[in-house]
């Protein structure tokens, strides 16, 4: 996907554009299913909100409307999906929301380490960005109803997401640490960590300003996990 946002950006918007059309942007990469059974699924809940996020970032760089309005039923059934599955878990316990009120459902962790079903940060926060940017994308189009609908519920989301973020902080750990998957009190690993963080923070999901970006690099800078300021990816060491 960064390959890809690297040629629109430097201006080969149709190369850009003919990969998403053969790889992200196709029913096959999309697809669906109703519950985690197994390793191939494990993409499903964060590609729902990364490949539109991708689409409408080549279109901020392209301005091609024929282009992106090919691929509208696409973030359209995108934006749908992720609505229906929070409303999955707006269930109250003991008449109390849970932490995870309004997240997406149980799945794996949203990338190569599916044995463990949990709560995946990443996978929420991708599909919170790929519905913001799609309301983004119809009220350029012209479509202000569904463009509402969409930003009401990217805003409701992403305060849900601030403060299962605040919550989910281990300050008595030294050092503090934010697990990427919900109600963990320990690290996952490292190469989890490294690979994670980094492109969780590539979603912007923060306000640069409200100190929350400093849990998962504090934490990195802390632990010896960077090197030259980025999370060094160690496999299997």
């Not at 490949?51 to 059934?77: C, F, N």
Request: proline share 5%; net charge negative.
């Amino acid at each position: 996907g960064f390959a890809m946002m690297a040629l629109a950006s430097f201006g080969f918007s149709a190369d850009a554009q003919r990969y998403m059309d053969g790889t992200y942007l196709t029913a096959d990469f999309l697809r669906k299913v109703p519950e985690y059974k197994a390793y191939p699924d494990r993409h499903q809940q964060y590609r729902n909100g990364l490949q539109p996020m991708y689409a409408v970032s080549a279109y901020r760089l392209s301005g091609d409307r024929e282009w992106i309005t090919k691929h509208l039923d696409t973030l359209r059934q995108c934006a749908e999906w992720t609505i229906e599955n929070r409303r999955k878990t707006m269930v109250l316990e003991d008449g109390r929301k849970p932490l995870h009120w309004g997240l997406l459902p149980k799945w794996s962790y949203g990338g190569d380490i599916a044995n463990l079903q949990c709560y995946a940060l990443y996978a929420n926060f991708a599909c919170w960005r790929g519905l913001q940017d799609t309301a983004w994308l119809l009220e350029q189009l012209g479509d202000t109803a569904s463009a509402q609908r969409y930003s009401d519920e990217a805003a409701e989301y992403r305060e849900v997401l601030t403060h299962v973020v605040d919550a989910n902080l281990q300050r008595d750990q030294d050092p503090p640490f934010l697990p990427l998957q919900l109600y963990a009190t320990k690290p996952v690993g490292d190469d989890y960590d490294q690979l994670f963080a980094g492109i969780l923070l590539d979603l912007l999901p923060f306000d640069l300003q409200g100190g929350q970006s400093d849990y998962l690099t504090d934490y990195l800078e802390r632990a010896n996990l960077l090197f030259c300021g980025l999370p060094r990816f160690r496999r299997d060491v």
